[in-house]
């Protein structure tokens, strides 16, 4: 094994064991290879200085940054990790600050509303706090994504609601209706008003933000067409928190769709104590920057380059 080949496999094997926690065994028989040759390629990869690299980039010191949002935007914590090339070991790299930060804010009977958003789903797996009794767990937000999925909104309240030792309720309802007369016949029902009036009582909650693109996961899930994307776009918006759908400078943008969403309103959502936000990449740059302009969040977890990106374009 020489050349290429050879740097490729040792830093996948240097990459599974040292950021993804998979164990010699685990490597060996996802790779297709002897548990002793995955010990091997991994004392050749320190020899290469191929695991040095990957260490030094976990050290990172993401203070300064930190500091520098938080003080721009004029919020509490702003939590960033680093960059990773998939997805999933950004999410998972978010975990143990996610958890610390529950462990610290979350008391005994909190009430934690959860949003929608593969974001949150994501995370949601990696959740892991103990200790805390009668956690109430809240969608904030009708039924978005397919149910069994894991993604619907209701699913990402129940996985973190089982992590925490809690109990989960259900919102009976999608989020987005075909008419403004639905939406109200479905609000007077007793189990969507039930879990509407938990919301008031809310002390924490954890958002997902999208933005407006061709590749946003809400025309994915079928809830939106692109044409009435386009037509947002056209009123100024950049994206939404939770539905709720804003400009640039983070101010709710009037619209038609409105009337036929099932979700916290604005209002409500901005008196909640401590709101999370959880989102990165380049297609939400704008959003993410209007939701901190619009005072939307509290507290934002995100990675290097979507933080240093946030930082350039509010410039």
């Given amino acids: 094994m020489e050349g290429i080949e050879k740097k490729r496999i040792l830093t996948r094997i240097a990459e599974l064991y040292y950021i993804e926690n998979q164990t010699q065994q685990k490597i060996a028989e996802r790779l297709s290879i002897s548990r002793t040759k995955v010990s091997r390629y991994l004392d050749r990869a320190k020899k290469e200085k191929i695991v040095e690299i990957k260490i030094n980039l976990q050290e990172c010191d993401y203070s300064n940054l930190e500091n520098s949002i938080e003080k721009k935007f004029n919020i509490k914590e702003c939590i960033v990790v680093p960059t990773y090339r998939n997805i999933e070991e950004t999410l998972k790299a978010m975990a143990d600050p996610l958890n610390d930060l529950l462990e610290r804010i979350l008391e005994n009977g909190s009430s934690l509303g959860i949003g929608w958003g593969n974001s949150l789903k994501g995370i949601s797996d990696y959740i892991d706090v103990r200790g805390k009794a009668g956690i109430k767990v809240i969608p904030i937000i009708g039924g978005l994504g397919k149910t069994g999925t894991g993604v619907h909104t209701n699913s990402v309240a129940r996985n973190i609601a089982d992590r ?42 954890m958002v997902g933000l999208s933005d407006i693109g061709q590749d946003s996961t809400l025309i994915k ?18 994206g939404d928190i939770n539905l709720i759908f804003i400009g640039e400078n983070g101010e709710p943008v009037p619209n038609k769709i409105d009337e036929r969403i099932v ?45 240093l990106n946030i930082n350039k374009l509010d410039k």
């Fill in 221 to 238: 899930t079928g809830s939106f067409s692109p044409e009435e994307f386009k037509y947002l776009e056209s009123l100024g918006v950049v």
């Fill in 164 to 205: 925490l030792g809690g109990v989960s309720y259900v919102m009976h309802s999608p989020a987005v209706l075909d008419t403004k007369e639905i939406k109200e016949i479905v609000e007077k029902d007793s189990n969507t008003r039930e879990v509407i009036k938990l919301t008031e009582k809310i002390d924490i909650a």
């Fill in 263 to 307: 979700r916290i309103s604005p209002e409500r959502l901005k008196k909640v104590k401590k709101v999370i936000g959880v989102a990165f990449g380049k297609r939400k740059l704008k959003v993410i920057s209007g939701a901190l302009r619009g005072r939307f969040l509290d507290i934002l977890f995100t990675d290097e380059e979507t933080a």
